[in-house]
């Protein structure tokens, strides 16, 4: 049976990707900016990634993200997305997250992963074999630091003596944390293990659909094992999105800048090559299931698709891209807002029932008022302008 969460909650996960050529300064600015837009469009949350080399995502703190937005913004959750906990020492990571779960009256949400770009382990002199085991260390430490125990530790990367927190979190017991998943067991089992939420970053990916189901059982049979337990409202879907009013604008819209981040990015920078099979045109990549790109209509119907697919989650967030015009990627937010979020969020079915209800009954509700106007014309002695009893027969009222 699909899971279908009562409130759907939606937002965006922010590399972020800015082409080289561009003046990084403005283009901060620009990311600032626009989770000021998801904030004043009701979107939920907004995840800042960590990356510290490769020209493209040029966010090397979330944590310094987090806290100008949370400035900037009224409701919207702010997270890192995700904190490569092998390049910090677990400590003073989760003293500063604690932090800014102050700072932000409960907004902060924690994600957390190995590090996503192997040429920042290589520059730090840390061994790729490594970080998935230091992940899993660091994360269990700095849960143990959140709920207030005194840890003392020594590990090859690491130490602690007498460790503890001076601030309890805002949050009780602590802030929403996840665990970054794209195609190894690494995260599902991390974040089984330390019965917290998953980040599946790599749903857009070829095959990453195929996965959905096999992520949350491997997740599901380390919590059994840890003793813990999970929640599908705690699982995030990471998906490319782009709305416009028609479907064949919508691939317009995008077509070149995705075939652009493709190549620039996946293949000359970090040297992927692309898969021969797979054409990687806008048209491909929909049929795959690998973007949400069309009408308001049919992201619903590819929303539907996921929760069959995975057996239910409770957010979706929108990878940030910048394949079109700031005027367009706007807009595409707007539409999701407008037209998608309330279908899965509780908000559409009783507007839609009230509508129904006063259309079904019209007669019988508008009857006794048209019978009471046509009355006060007549206790006036006026005559009943034609054109008002006109209308009042065409409404057969």
């Known amino acids: 049976m699909t899971y279908r969460p009562a409130r759907m909650r939606f937002g965006i996960f922010l590399a972020p990707f800015h082409r080289l050529g561009e003046n990084p300064t403005v283009a901060l600015q620009r990311d600032l900016e626009l989770i000021d837009h998801l904030d004043r469009l009701d979107y939920d949350e907004a995840w800042f990634g960590e990356h510290h080399s490769a020209g493209w995502e040029l966010i090397a703190s979330p944590e310094l993200m987090i806290a100008a937005s949370a400035q900037r913004t009224k409701h919207i ?57 230091r992940m899993d260390e660091a994360l269990g430490v700095i849960l143990r630091l959140f709920r207030g125990e005194v840890v003392t530790m020594e590990t090859e990367w690491f130490t602690l003596r007498e460790a ?80 416009a009013e028609t479907r064949e604008q919508a691939f317009a819209d995008v077509a070149e800048g995705m075939m652009r981040w493709n190549k620039e990015y996946f293949e000359n920078t970090l040297g992927r090559p692309a898969d021969p099979s797979n054409p990687g045109d806008v048209e491909s990549t929909v049929a795959r299931g690998g973007a949400i790109i069309g009408t308001p209509d049919d992201a619903i119907e590819a929303v539907e698709r ?11 967030l929108g990878l940030a891209h910048e394949w079109t015009t700031w005027e367009k990627t706007l807009h595409s937010y707007e539409l999701w807002a407008r037209y998608v979020a309330p279908r899965f969020q509780g908000q559409y079915d009783r507007i839609a029932a009230s509508q129904k209800f006063v259309a079904d009954n019209r007669a019988t509700i508008f009857g006794p008022n048209a019978a009471a106007i046509g009355k006060a014309f007549i206790d006036a002695g006026v ?15």
């Open 306 to 316: 996921l929760l069959e697919l995975s057996g239910g989650f409770g957010c979706l």
């Open 77 to 133: 959750k702010l997270g890192t997305g995700v904190s490569s906990l092998p390049y910090h020492h677990p400590f003073m990571l989760a003293d500063r997250m604690v932090q800014l779960d102050h700072m932000t009256r409960g907004r902060a949400m924690f994600g957390v992963g190995p590090g996503a770009l192997t040429s920042d382990a290589y520059m730090l002199g840390i061994d790729p074999m490594t970080q998935r085991a």
């Open 164 to 243: 503890r927190l001076q601030l309890a979190p805002y949050t009780h017991p602590h802030m929403p944390v996840a665990v970054a998943s794209t195609f190894s067991p690494a995260g599902p089992v991390t974040a089984g293990k330390h019965g917290v939420g998953i980040l599946s970053v790599a749903v857009s990916q070829p095959g990453g659909l195929i996965s959905l189901s096999r992520t949350w059982e491997m997740a599901e049979e380390a919590a059994a094992n840890a003793g813990k337990t999970i929640n599908r409202d705690d699982w995030r879907l990471v998906m490319p999105i782009h709305l």
């Open 383 to 397: 005559q009943l302008p034609a054109e008002m009893l006109n209308r009042m027969q065409r409404g057969n009222v």
